[in-house]
C-alpha cells in the first residue's frame, strides 16, 4: 500500500495522516496504529499553529482511539501509544479527559476554560509508574502535548494554571526526563516563563507583602524554585554528566530567549535553588561549554536589562558558578577571563560578600585543581610582565585591549585576598621600578608607562570598599581606607614612593609632540593617578611638583596655537592635565594659592579665548567632533574652577564681565555636546546672581538651559548627570529667594518658573527618577527657610500628589526589585547600588517632610491650595472608584493635610468658611471610605485642638444628615473618636451632648447610620464607665441595660 511505503519510508507527512481513509485503522495487514510515526505526526498536529489542522488532529485521534479498543497491541520498544484491554474502564475515562482538554482549549474564555483546565492533574498522574514498575497509561510525550497547548493559549490566567500545574510534576514516579522531557523544560517551557505578567503579585501576596515589610516571591517563582530542587534530586538525573547535560540545554534554552529582566531574576533564582537546599554540597557540573555560553549570557543577554536587576542576576550567577564550577574541566585562564564579566559595580567587588565567599572557594580551587599557590603567583607574574612588555618591539601596528588591564587588576586582587601570605607589593614591583626610573630610562616605551599607571589605577579604585550609589556615579576616588588592609596599604605606598616621577612624567608625556592622538584615552588614566596621588598626600608635599605640571602645560598651551595635527592633540592633552590640576587644588586651595593664581591667569589671558583649530587633514584625526567636546569640558573645566575659587567682580583686571562670560557659555551651551555641558552649567550658576538685574538676559538664560536639556533628553550616557547640573541653573537658589525688583519680570520669572516646574512632573510621569532631582534641589532650599514653599506652592502640592499610576504588569519589575532587596548582603548588588523602584515615593516623602516643617503664618495658605486641588478632583469625577487615580490623588491630599493639622488655624483670610467647616463639607460629598477615614481624623484632630467649637460637630449632625444621611456615619465617628482624646474634665460635659445626639439616630430608618449611631453610643459608655463618670452612669443606666439586652442576643 501507498501509505504503508510512505510510512515505512519516513515520507508520511501531517497532512497525508489526516486524510488517512477509516479502512486502514482496520486493517489487520498493516495496523498503523503499532507506528510511532503517525502517533507523533497527531501529537504535532494538535499542537499546531493553525486552528484547523489541530481540529483535523483532534478529529483523528478520536477515530483512533475508538479502533485501538480491538487493537491487539504487540510490545514494542519505545512506543508512545500502547492499548491496556485488561483495564479499559481507566483507558476511557483517561483519553476522553485528554480530548476534553483539548476541546476546551480551543475556546478563548478563561470561565469556561479553567474549571475543565483542574482534570489536567488526572492526565499527570496517568504518566506515573506505579509502585510495582508496571508501564503507566500515558507516555510522556502526550503530556507535553498537552501542555505545548496550554502554553499556546491566549489568555496568560490559563498558561499560568498550565504551568503551576506542570510544576507540581512528581519526579520520583514520572519517567518525564528519559522521554523527551529535557527538550520540553529547556525550550516550550523556558519561553512560556519569559512572560512578566505571570510574575503579578496577588492581592493575598501583597497584603503579607505589606505586613512582613519585604516583597514575597510570586507563587510561581515559589514553585519554580521546588522543580528544580526536584529536578536536582531526581533518578534520571543523578549523575553529573545527565547534570551537566540538562544545564547545558537549559542556558541554551535562556540564550535563545529576548528576555524581560523579572522572569530572569525569578527563573535563575529558582535555578539556584538546590544550592540552598545543601549548600555545603558542591556539585563540579559546569565545563568549559557551559562557561562558554555563561560568558554570553554576561556579555550579550544582560547587556541591555534593567541596571539593579542586572546586577542581581549577576549575583545569582556568581553563587551558582561558586557552587557548580568544575575546575578540572576549566583552566585557571578561563576561570578569570569568566570572572572578569561580572562587573564591579554591580556584583563583584572587593568587600562584598559574594566576593568573601569566592575568595575562599578561590584558594580550595587554586589548591585541588591549579598547582598551588606557586602556580598561581607564577601566573600573576607573567601575566604582568606579558603587560608591561607589550610595546617593548615598539611595533607602531601593536595595541592593547583596555579591559585586559580591568582583568588582569580583578585576578591580583582575588589572589591577594585568597593568599594572605603572598605580598602584592612583591608581584607589583616590575610596575614599581618601571615608575621609578620612567624619568631617567629615555629609551623606555611610553605606552607601557601608560599601561603600567592605567594598571596601578585600576587596581587602586577596585580595591576600595564598596560605596552605593544611586543613577549618579561618583567620578570622585573615595578617599577612605580599611585599618589593616594590607592590600590597598601595597597599592598606595607605590603611589607614595613614585608620586614625583608620576607627575614629572605625566607633565613631560602631555607637552611631549609624541603624544598622538591614539594617546588621548590615557588622560583619564592620568587625572585618575593625580586624583589619587591627591588623597594619599598632603598638599604641602604636592605643591612643587603641582606647580611643575600647571607651568609646563601653560608654557606649551601658549606656544601651540597653530593648526596641524601636533599642535591639536598638545593644545588638548595640556587643557585637560589642567582641568585635573583644578581638582588637586581645590582639595587644599590656601596652601596651593600661588598655583591658583597663576592658573587663574593663563585663564583669563588665554584660555578663555582660546579654540582648537582644526587640522588641514582632519580625517587623521578620526572623530574630531569628540575631540572638540573633549577640549571644550577640559577648557570650561578650568573656568568653572576660577570663577567659583575668585568671583568675577572681585577678580583682577584682566577678568571680562559678568555678562560677557554668560554670553559666552550660551553660545558653547548650543555648540557642545556630551558630558562638556556640566562645566558649562557649572560656570552659569556660579554667574547667575551676577545676571538678576537685567531680566532679559536671565530668561534667555533659563531658555538656553532648558533647551540644553532637551537635546539630551534620550542621550542615556549623560543625560541624568545633565539634568542634576541643569537644575541648580533653572531654579538657582537665588531665584527662590531673592525677589526681583521690576515687578512685570518677577511676574513672568514665577510663570516661568511654574511652566518648568510642570514640564518636570509630567517628564516625571513617564521616567522615573526626573522629578526627584528638582524636588530633592528645592526640599533642602526649602529646609533652611520653610516660608520660601509659598513661592513655589504649586510644585510643592504637586510633588504630594506625585505618582503615576502603574497596572499590574507595570509593578512587576518594582516587585522584582523589592525582593531582591529583601535578602541583602547576600545578594551583593545591594551593596553597589541604590535600585529605583521607590524612586515616585520619594518624591512624595520629601514633600510631605516639607509640609510638616510649614511655619504656622504659612499654613492656611497650603491648607486651601490642596482643598482647591481636591475640589478639582471631585468635579472632574463625581464618583470614585477603588484604586483608581482621583482616589489615589485624593488620599495624598488628605494625607498632606493630616501632616499640616498641627499648625493649621482655625479661621483664615483665604476663605470666609471656618477651616472646620471647610473639612466637614469636604467630607460630606466624599464617598471613598479610604478617603473619609483621613478626613475624619483631621476634623477629629481640629476638634480637639479647638475646644471652643465642638459645638460645630452636632450643627454639622443635624445641617448635613438631609443632604446626605450616610455622612453621620463619618460625623459619629468623630465623636467617637474624640471620646477617647478628651481629658476627664472635658469629657464630663462631652459625653452628656454626645449621648443626647446620638441617641436618635440609634433608631433610625437606615441601616449604616443606625449601626453606627449604636456602637458609638456604646463606645461612649464604655469610655464614661472606664474614667468613672459616676453622674452620666448613674442617670442612663437605662443604656447599659440595652447593651445587656444586645450582647445576649448576640452572644
Not at 99 to 110: A, D, I, S, Y
Not at 700 to 711: F, G, P, T, Y
Request: net charge neutral; glycine share 4%; proline share 4%.
Amino acid at each position: 500500500m501507498k501509505e504503508k511505503r510512505m510510512l515505512e519510508n519516513g515520507q508520511f507527512s501531517e497532512k497525508v495522516a489526516l486524510s488517512i481513509p477509516e479502512v486502514l485503522l482496520k486493517s489487520e495487514e498493516f495496523s498503523i496504529l503499532a507506528h510511532n510515526k503517525f502517533w507523533c505526526l497527531i501529537q504535532q498536529g494538535l499542537c499546531h499553529g493553525d486552528p484547523l489542522t489541530r481540529k483535523r488532529a483532534l478529529f483523528l485521534l478520536q477515530r483512533s482511539l475508538q479502533h485501538a479498543e480491538s487493537w491487539h497491541y504487540v510490545e514494542q520498544k519505545d512506543a508512545i501509544f500502547w492499548g491496556l484491554p485488561e483495564i479499559l474502564a481507566p483507558f476511557h475515562q483517561l483519553w476522553q479527559t485528554y480530548t476534553l482538554l483539548l476541546e476546551t482549549l480551543e475556546e478563548k474564555q478563561v470561565h469556561v476554560v479553567k474549571p475543565v483546565l483542574a482534570r489536567l492533574h488526572f492526565v499527570i498522574k496517568a504518566t506515573y509508574v506505579s509502585q510495582n514498575g508496571e508501564r503507566p497509561l500515558l507516555h510522556t510525550s502526550w503530556l507535553t502535548t498537552l501542555l505545548r497547548r496550554i502554553f499556546q493559549h491566549d489568555s496568560l490566567s490559563v498558561v499560568k494554571c498550565g504551568i503551576l500545574s506542570f510544576l507540581d510534576l512528581d519526579f520520583s514516579c514520572s519517567p518525564f526526563m528519559l522521554h523527551g522531557g529535557l527538550k520540553f523544560v529547556c525550550c516550550d517551557l523556558i519561553h512560556a516563563l519569559n512572560e512578566p505578567s505571570l510574575y503579578a503579585r496577588s492581592e493575598e501576596c501583597a497584603t503579607v507583602a505589606g505586613i512582613r515589610g519585604a516583597e514575597v516571591l510570586p507563587s510561581i517563582a515559589k514553585k519554580l524554585a521546588l522543580f528544580f530542587v526536584a529536578c536536582d534530586s531526581s533518578v534520571h538525573l543523578q549523575s553529573f554528566e545527565t547534570k551537566r547535560k540538562f544545564h547545558q540545554a537549559l542556558f541554551g534554552g535562556i540564550l535563545q530567549e529576548n528576555w524581560s529582566t523579572p522572569p530572569l531574576v525569578y527563573l535563575l533564582q529558582a535555578f539556584s535553588a538546590p544550592i540552598d537546599a545543601s549548600p555545603t554540597r558542591v556539585q563540579p557540573i559546569w565545563n568549559q561549554a557551559i562557561v562558554v555560553q555563561l560568558k554570553d549570557l554576561l556579555t550579550s543577554a544582560l547587556r541591555t536589562q534593567h541596571v539593579f536587576l542586572r546586577g542581581a542576576v549577576e549575583c545569582i550567577l556568581l553563587k551558582a558558578t561558586s557552587y557548580y564550577l568544575d575546575t578540572k574541566a576549566v583552566s585557571i585562564q578561563q576561570l578569570f577571563l569568566l570572572l572578569s564579566c561580572f562587573k564591579s559595580t554591580e556584583s563583584l567587588h572587593r568587600g562584598t560578600h559574594l566576593w568573601k565567599h569566592l575568595v575562599g572557594n578561590l584558594r580550595h580551587w587554586v589548591d585541588e585543581s591549579y598547582g598551588g599557590q606557586q602556580q598561581v603567583e607564577k601566573l600573576c607574574r607573567s601575566s604582568i610582565s606579558s603587560l608591561l612588555n607589550t610595546f617593548r618591539d615598539e611595533d607602531p601596528k601593536t595595541s592593547y585591549d583596555r579591559s585586559d588591564v580591568h582583568r588582569l587588576s580583578k585576578m591580583l586582587l582575588l589572589v591577594a585576598d585568597a593568599f594572605e601570605e603572598l605580598d602584592l607589593g612583591l608581584l607589583l614591583q616590575p610596575v614599581r621600578e618601571m615608575l621609578s626610573t620612567a624619568c631617567v630610562r629615555a629609551y623606555l616605551p611610553a605606552k607601557s608607562i601608560d599601561l603600567a599607571l592605567e594598571l596601578l589605577s585600576c587596581l587602586y579604585s577596585e580595591a576600595q570598599s564598596p560605596c552605593k550609589t544611586g543613577q549618579e556615579a561618583s567620578d570622585e576616588i573615595t578617599k577612605a581606607f580599611v585599618p589593616g588592609d594590607v592590600v590597598l596599604l601595597s597599592i598606595a605606598s607605590i603611589f607614595q614612593h613614585t608620586y614625583s616621577n608620576i607627575v614629572a612624567m605625566i607633565s613631560g608625556r602631555v607637552t611631549s609632540e609624541e603624544f598622538l592622538v591614539t594617546d588621548v584615552p590615557i588622560l583619564g588614566v592620568y587625572a585618575s593617578c593625580l586624583h589619587v596621588i591627591c588623597n594619599l598626600l598632603p598638599a604641602g608635599t604636592l605643591q612643587p611638583h603641582v606647580e611643575l605640571l600647571v607651568n609646563s602645560c601653560i608654557r606649551c598651551s601658549t606656544v601651540q596655537c597653530t593648526s596641524d595635527e601636533v599642535s591639536c592633540v598638545l593644545q588638548l592633552s595640556c587643557t585637560a592635565m589642567l582641568a585635573s590640576a583644578c581638582g588637586v587644588i581645590r582639595n587644599d586651595p590656601e596652601l596651593l594659592k600661588p598655583v591658583a593664581r597663576t592658573l587663574e591667569k593663563f585663564v583669563w589671558q588665554h584660555l578663555y579665548d582660546a579654540e582648537l583649530y582644526k587640522p588641514s587633514d582632519s580625517k587623521r584625526l578620526g572623530e574630531w567632533g569628540k575631540l572638540v567636546s573633549q577640549y571644550i569640558e577640559s577648557k570650561w573645566t578650568c573656568i568653572s574652577f576660577v570663577v567659583k575659587q575668585s568671583p568675577v567682580a572681585s577678580a583682577a583686571h584682566f577678568s571680562p564681565l559678568p555678562t560677557c562670560i554668560m554670553d559666552r557659555c550660551v553660545d558653547h551651551l548650543a555648540a557642545a555636546s556630551g558630558m562638556a555641558l556640566i562645566p558649562i552649567l557649572n560656570t552659569m550658576q556660579s554667574l547667575l546672581p551676577s545676571i538678576m538685574a537685567t531680566p532679559e538676559k536671565l530668561f534667555e538664560v533659563l531658555a538656553c538651559v532648558w533647551h540644553s536639556l532637551l537635546e539630551r533628553w534620550h542621550d542615556h550616557t549623560c543625560f541624568w548627570s545633565v539634568l542634576r547640573a541643569c537644575v541648580p541653573v533653572i531654579f538657582h537658589r537665588c531665584l527662590l529667594t531673592e525677589d526681583i525688583v521690576d515687578t512685570d519680570a518677577k511676574t513672568v520669572l514665577e510663570k516661568t518658573l511654574r511652566t518648568y516646574a510642570d514640564n518636570f512632573l509630567e517628564s516625571g510621569n513617564t521616567r522615573t527618577g526626573v522629578l526627584n532631582v528638582i524636588v530633592q534641589h528645592c526640599f533642602n532650599i526649602w529646609k533652611e527657610n520653610p516660608r520660601l514653599v509659598l513661592k513655589q506652592k504649586k510644585l510643592l502640592i504637586d510633588a504630594c500628589l506625585f505618582g503615576p499610576f502603574s497596572h499590574k504588569h507595570m509593578t512587576v519589575v518594582s516587585a522584582a526589585a523589592r525582593y531582591i532587596q529583601g535578602l541583602g548582603s547576600a545578594c551583593s548588588v545591594n551593596e553597589l547600588m541604590e535600585s529605583d523602584h521607590d524612586a515616585d515615593s520619594r518624591v512624595r516623602a520629601m514633600a510631605f517632610t516639607t509640609v510638616s516643617l510649614v511655619p504656622d503664618d504659612c499654613a492656611g495658605e497650603i491648607f486651601y491650595a490642596l482643598i482647591q486641588r481636591d475640589r478639582e478632583m471631585s468635579a472632574l469625577q463625581e464618583r470614585l472608584y477603588s484604586n483608581s487615580v482621583a482616589h489615589r490623588v485624593k488620599h495624598r491630599i488628605w494625607q498632606a493635610i493630616l501632616l499640616l493639622e498641627p499648625v493649621l488655624p482655625f479661621s483664615t483670610s483665604f476663605s470666609e468658611t471656618s477651616t472646620l467647616d471647610t473639612v466637614f463639607s469636604a467630607l460630606i460629598s466624599e464617598n471613598q471610605p479610604s478617603v473619609r477615614y483621613l478626613i475624619e481624623w483631621v476634623a477629629t484632630r481640629l476638634l480637639y485642638s479647638n475646644a471652643e467649637h465642638r459645638d460645630i460637630l452636632w450643627k454639622a449632625i443635624a445641617e448635613y444628615s438631609d443632604l446626605r444621611p450616610g455622612s453621620v456615619c463619618s460625623l459619629l465617628a468623630i465623636a467617637t473618636h474624640l471620646c477617647k482624646l478628651l481629658s476627664v474634665a472635658e469629657l464630663k460635659q462631652f459625653v452628656e451632648r454626645a449621648a443626647t445626639e446620638i441617641l436618635p439616630w440609634t433608631m433610625t430608618q437606615h441601616f449604616a447610620v443606625r449601626v453606627y449611631a449604636q456602637v458609638a453610643l456604646q463606645s461612649v459608655w464604655l469610655v464614661a464607665k472606664e474614667q468613672q463618670l459616676v453622674e452620666f452612669l448613674s442617670r442612663h443606666t437605662v443604656f447599659e441595660k440595652c447593651f445587656d439586652v444586645i450582647n445576649t442576643a448576640a452572644g
